[in-house]
């Protein structure tokens, strides 16, 4: 029986080779036809209106980047400033300390020339009375001054220990701003180059229809932000501080923008607005974020010339209001600084430096 089943088993395998063998069979089954892959689902192409979109996204947020790249800038010159100002400190006081230690050794010499004998035991050893209280007072008057000498040689000793403390914590401060500038640097680039990219692959006329589309939009919230009445009972009126900034924000239209920049050849919209306050004699923040932050704020009916309009809900951007409802600008890289409708942008709110 078992016999029978293994024989039975050796016939099958056999006649499966010669099936698997067959060059008819090999032929038809490699000619067998293979399922085409299917194809991949084809992106609807962006229209132009996306396109434009999609660029201002990116040139806002590198604006935001710029920013933060202004921010750690600046403190990054106080700090360095402040190291500067203890490093003196640090060196006057160890002056003191060196001119301390020289008044000590000439103590201790004469000491030596007395015979190695203390002041004290000198004075209880005279037997002349005047001499008695000559001494009496002279060591007095050295006691004092010994005295004094060792308290301000400890206070100097304390502020060493404190600015150098002061120091360092303010040279870890600059290091760390260092390391931001630098990741915004590299944020701000990557944004600007994206959107450059982005517009590069457009042609000629659609260049021309994307420029075309976004005064559109800016007309459009111009107009409604004219016609919701807002500039009704603005005097038009303002500080002669103010009328200097104003003065000075449009004597740079045409002038580029340049993230960083603080003029006089090109500005950032924060660079503008600082550079016509300073030269109008106020001091005012470095970064659109800092004005909106520090300066004092005013309901926009109260607006005037001169008055600081900040744009969008992460305050990225600032312009200088200059009346009949338009601000002087620096836009964006690529752009000039020019006059826009001071409702073309989503309004944060106002502040005013003077």
């Known amino acids: ?56 996204g990116l040139y806002r947020e590198a604006a935001a980047a710029t920013d ?47 015979g190695g004998l203390p002041d004290g035991a000198q004075l209880v050893l005279t037997s002349d009375p005047e001499l008695f209280l000559d001494h009496a ?35 870890t ?40 589309l976004e005064r559109q939009e800016q007309d459009r919230a111009q107009t409604a932000w004219v016609g919701s009445g807002v500039l009704a009972g603005l005097s038009g009126r303002t500080s002669e501080q103010g009328k200097r900034a104003v003065e000075f924000a449009t004597a740079q239209i045409g002038k580029p923008y340049v993230w960083g920049a603080e003029g006089p050849g090109s500005y950032d919209c924060s660079g503008l607005t600082q550079s016509a306050w300073t030269a109008a004699g106020r001091t005012i923040p470095r970064t659109s974020q800092e004005q909106w932050r520090l300066l004092p704020r005013i309901d926009i009916k109260d607006m005037r010339p001169g008055d600081l309009i900040v744009y969008f809900k992460d305050a990225s951007h600032i312009g ?16 000039n600084v020019t006059l826009a409708g001071a409702g073309s942008m989503e309004i944060l709110g106002v502040v005013r430096p003077g």
């Open 68 to 114: 933060a790249y202004n921010l750690a800038e600046e403190r990054a010159k106080q700090q360095s400033g402040e190291i500067v100002r203890l490093a003196r400190m640090i060196e006057d006081g160890e002056k003191r300390i060196d001119g301390l230690k020289a008044q000590a050794g000439a103590a201790a010499r004469a000491q030596y020339r007395n």
């Open 173 to 212: 401060k600059l290091e760390a701003g260092r390391v931001k500038q630098a990741q915004a640097k590299k944020e701000i680039n990557a944004k600007i180059d994206a959107a450059e990219k982005l517009e590069s692959r457009l042609a000629a006329d659609e260049r021309a229809r994307l420029l075309q």
């Open 320 to 335: 200088m209001y200059v009346g009949n409802g338009s601000i002087v600008h620096a836009p964006r890289p690529g752009r």
């Open 137 to 171: 007072g002279r060591l007095k008057e050295s006691q004092k001054a010994t005295k004094d000498m060792i308290a301000e040689l400890t206070r100097t000793q304390a502020e060493l220990t404190t600015y150098s403390k002061e120091a360092g914590d303010n040279w």
């Open 1 to 56: 029986m078992n016999r029978h089943r293994h024989a039975l088993a050796a016939f099958t395998v056999a006649c499966a080779l010669t099936v698997l063998a067959s060059p008819a069979l090999a032929v038809q089954a490699s000619a067998a036809p293979l399922r085409p892959l299917p194809e991949p689902p084809s992106l609807p192409a962006k229209s132009l209106e996306e396109v434009r979109q999609e660029i201002d």
